[in-house]
């Protein structure tokens, strides 16, 4: 079992539409990330978060550590946020990577 | 304020040859990560370094792969007598200490032929 999970792994939706990931954890962290990657692209750091909710734009970031949970919400998508959205927990110094969901939204 | 630099940004190699990735650290950034994007998998952490020092390594394979951070310059990740398995992106990230946030740099995509 992977130490980061995220679901789903593959999501495409209608621009317009309010997008919702998820991602769990097993391990210890003192940080959780969440990073954009476009195809063949660099990567992006939308939040890091170690407690609570935060916002940017469209984009909230929850985390509840007791039951080691992070959703990334994406309100009103659009085309443009197509790419692939990573969950990173920060442990032990290091990150360590959930597999990614890749989103595709159509116009 | 420049953000984590990389380069070269596509390194092509011929099996057998060294490859040398080089990482700049955003200004007044001491701590620098390398993690490696295999095709059509996830990012996996390789080594983690301050000036002059591996803090942790296990994610680097045993043989052929070293990384410094000198007091002067940029880090570099090595691999030497590369194999096609090598082909990947990787990416350098850096951060002011272990509970700030990480910046990355564009990475480096190593074509083995």
Redesign the interface.
């Known amino acids: 079992k992977n130490e980061v999970e995220q679901s789903p792994q593959n999501l495409t939706a209608q621009e317009g539409e309010f997008i919702t990931i998820n991602c769990s954890y097993s391990v210890g962290i003192s940080a959780l990330h969440w990073l954009q990657q476009h195809p063949g692209g660099g990567i992006v750091s939308l939040f890091m978060l170690s407690s609570g909710k935060k916002k940017h734009g469209r984009l909230i970031a929850t985390i509840n550590i007791q039951e080691k949970h992070s959703s990334l919400h994406i309100t009103a998508s659009h085309p443009r946020d197509s790419a692939v959205y990573i969950c990173a927990v920060r442990s032990r110094g290091m990150l360590i990577f959930g597999t990614g969901t890749r989103l595709q939204v159509f116009p | 304020n420049a953000g984590v630099m990389q380069n070269p940004r596509h390194l092509v190699r011929r099996r057998g040859q060294e490859a040398r990735l080089r990482c700049s650290p955003m200004k007044g950034h001491s701590?620098v990560?390398w993690?490696r994007q295999l095709p059509e998998?996830?990012?996996?952490?390789m080594v983690?370094l301050q000036k002059e020092n591996i803090?942790?390594e296990s994610?680097m394979p045993k043989e052929r792969f070293s990384a410094e951070f000198p007091k002067e310059g940029p880090s570099i990740l090595r691999i030497q007598q590369v194999v096609r398995g090598d082909s990947a992106a990787y990416?350098c990230?850096s951060d002011g200490g272990?509970?700030n946030?990480?910046?990355?740099?564009?990475?480096t995509r190593l074509t083995v032929l």
């Open positions: 701590h990560y993690y998998e996830g990012l996996k952490f983690y803090i942790d994610g990416f990230a272990s509970y946030e990480q910046f990355f740099g564009p990475g």
